[in-house]
């Protein structure tokens, strides 16, 4: 493996790797939750998966963690627009 991480280019993929979970956690970050128990409050996921998934949404540069908060990025808001506009079709 490269010492480059590899990102899935695929919206498909993207929303398959992070999980059902993994979305609703990126829809409740948008939605303003910035703790870890405002996260559970906003999107009903268990703190377990909560704390699962942050990492990897973390690592798919689609939330980032600026001084203990977590905030949707620029590709985050797009990867959310593409899947949500293709579930509207």
Known sequence: MSAKKRKPKNN??????????????????EKGARKKD???LFSGVPMECINGRLPVLIDLNLISKINEEFHITERGIEFK????????I
């Open 38 to 40: 405002t996260i559970k």
């Open 81 to 88: 627009k593409r899947v949500e506009f293709k579930n509207k």
């Open 12 to 29: 498909n993929n993207l929303k398959y790797l992070i999980g059902d979970m993994g979305f609703e956690i990126l829809l409740a970050i």
